[in-house]
Every structure is written in C-alpha cells, then in structure tokens.
C-alpha cells in the first residue's frame, strides 16, 4: 500500500514507519525542515515530501502526488509544558495543522486515515471517574488537551459531513527507545545513564513525583495504530494505554535500581508545571473489542530497554 505519513521522524512515528516498511508498504513522509526529530529511516521505499501542516496547499499538493490508501497523522507540538510557552503555535499545529490535513485529504481520494490526538485532553479527572473511556467528558487544563481536544472533534465531523473513514486514535504516555529528552522517562534515564559512564556526578534532577500516568510501550502503541487504521470505526475515537496508573516516584525508583548506585534526588523548581494532571489511567477495553489489541511489553522491559538506549546514545 502507499501510506502518506506526518511526524514519521518523530519519536512515534520511527516506529511506525519501522514496521510499515517491513510490512512492504511505501512511504510517504511529510517533513518539516526544521522540526524533524530523528533521522528517517533510509530505505528506497521512504520517501521525503516537504512541506508544512499550517500551508494547506503544500499538503494538497503532497496528498495528490502521492495517491495514499492510507494517511496516519502523528505530527504536532507534542509537549504539554511546552504549550504554556507557545499556546498560538500549539494550538496552530496541532489543531489548525489537523484541519489542513483532513481538507486535502477529504479533496483527494478519501483514504482510510489515523489522526493522533493524547489524553492529556481530560485534565483533572476525579478520581471517582477513573478509569477514562472514551465516553469520559474531556476538561483540558492546558492549551496542548485544547488543541488535541480540536483536533479530535474533527473526526466525526469529517465522517458526518464528508463520509471520510477517519478514526482517532487517543494515546496515553508511551515510552521506548528514541523517546526525546523533555518527556519523564528520557529526563531520568538520561541522567542516570550518564551516572552510570561516569559523565555525571550522582545527582539527579526531578520534578513533581507525585502525578500518576498510565505507560504504554511505544511498540505497543504504533501496533495500535495500525490495527486502528485497518479495523477502526470510522468516527470513532480508541484509547491506548495500560490501564494501569503509575506514580512517578514508582517510574524514578525503578530506574535507580536498574543502575544500582546511590544518588541523591533533587527537586527542580524549572521541572514543576503551572498545571499538572494529577492522575490519568484508562481502560483500553474498547480498542480491544475492536481489533484484539492487548499490551505486551510490560513497564519493566521498556525501562530496562530505555536505559540501555541512553547508555548507548552516551
Ligand atoms: N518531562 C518531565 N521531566 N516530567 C516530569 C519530570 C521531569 O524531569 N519529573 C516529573 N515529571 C512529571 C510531569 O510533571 C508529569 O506529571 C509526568 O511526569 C509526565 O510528564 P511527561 O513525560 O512530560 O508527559 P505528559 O504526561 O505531560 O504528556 C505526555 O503524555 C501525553 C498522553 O497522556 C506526552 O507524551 C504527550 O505528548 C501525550 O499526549
């Protein structure tokens, strides 16, 4: 199949793009010059089509030349924190970005399409509500839930208004190799890695410890997304996640027992938020009624998996 892909440079999207290729399938990689993450992978069935989400005409263009069967759509300003400092680019991206994208797509053969929302757009969910599913009413509590919130609504609108098969796909934290520093996991691992080659004194630099999130792996996460872009509904939304909560103290002591040396931890005051969603679990019991998706690699082998990366990259 011929699969048009934005964000396939980014943390996410390497995976995907790993295994569409080896699946046999050709590549189509929207890339922004100037915030492409990793580098893609090299094979003669990627291909690199420039262009930008807020230029709806370069997407036209690039959705014509290329004819898709199928689009996934994980491009976006990924970074809760970072949305408190630029809200207009944020919501521009991810949201607007989303528009653009369906437009061109809705105007050139209709493909099967994935878009990538998050559920960070739930907020501060009480804890009487937890579980999240999908019928969980979203209260974002920073400009990136807005946006992704946004960009989510569209769905239905698209299959109503246009019978475009579109489904979208609500992720909870994934974590895995290649994941960029300014995520939790990366912010830790990163920094024992360092202890653990003796870059680094044994000093540790933290934020809040008390939230809770759900992890998934991103290999399990990227599986979803292909299940969901053959078998989703169109109009629907699937959430992916573990369906476990984790505090972030339980993630950092982990981690210092896979290094095994003394350190001292340190609350940064640069690491501590505006806002922070205290505790987001979900139940992924719909995603797996509807393709058999189950998670298979548990907390502990990503984070073994995830240190090992770091130590390399060291
Ligand atoms: N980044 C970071 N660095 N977070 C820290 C640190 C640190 O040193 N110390 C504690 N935390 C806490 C944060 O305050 C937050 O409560 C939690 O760890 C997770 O933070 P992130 O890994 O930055 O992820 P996020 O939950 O804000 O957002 C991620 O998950 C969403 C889906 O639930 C991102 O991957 C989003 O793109 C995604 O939509």
Redesign the pocket.
């Known amino acids: 199949m011929r699969i048009f892909i934005t964000g396939a440079t980014g943390f996410a999207g390497s995976h995907l793009v790993e295994n569409l290729v080896s699946a046999g399938h050709e590549i189509f990689s929207l890339v922004h010059p100037e915030t492409s993450h990793q580098p893609l992978l090299q094979h003669d069935r990627v291909n690199l089509i420039p262009g930008n989400l807020l230029d709806q005409a370069s997407l036209e263009t690039a959705v014509a030349q290329t004819k898709p069967d199928r689009v996934y759509h994980l491009a976006g300003q ?4 970072v949305s408190w400092q630029k809200p207009g680019l944020t919501l521009a991206v991810n949201s607007v970005g989303t528009a653009n994208l369906l437009q061109a797509v809705v105007k050139y053969g209709r493909p099967r399409t994935l878009i990538v929302t ?3 757009i739930y907020g501060e969910i009480k804890p009487e509500m937890l579980p999240i599913t999908e019928e969980t009413k979203p209260a974002p509590n920073h400009p990136y839930g807005i946006s ?1 919130w946004a960009a989510g609504l569209l769905v239905p609108l698209y299959w109503q208004r246009y019978g475009l098969p579109v489904v979208e796909a609500r ?4 974590i895995g190799p290649r994941q960029s520093l ?4 990366p ?2 691992a990163s920094q024992l890695a360092g202890m653990r080659v003796g870059q680094r004194l044994n000093q540790m ?5 008390d ?1 809770m ?1 759900d992890f998934t792996d991103v290999r399990d996460v990227v599986r979803a997304y292909e299940l969901l872009a053959e078998q989703g509904e169109s109009g629907e939304a699937y959430l992916i996640c573990s369906g476990k909560p984790v505090k ?1 103290e339980a993630i950092l002591q982990k981690l210092i027992q896979l290094v095994n040396v003394e350190i001292d931890v340190q609350q940064d005051p640069e ?1 501590m ?1 505006p806002s ?1 969603t205290p505790c ?1 679990y979900g139940s992924y019991a719909k995603l797996e009624a509807q393709t058999g998706w189950r998670p298979q690699i548990d907390l502990d082998q990503s984070l073994a998996d995830i240190l090992a990366d770091w130590v390399r990259r060291l």
């Open positions: 990924a970074y809760p924190a998050s559920a960070e992704k992720p909870f934290n994934h300014g995520f939790v996991v912010d830790f630099k933290v934020g809040n410890l939230a999130r972030i690491r938020r922070d987001l």
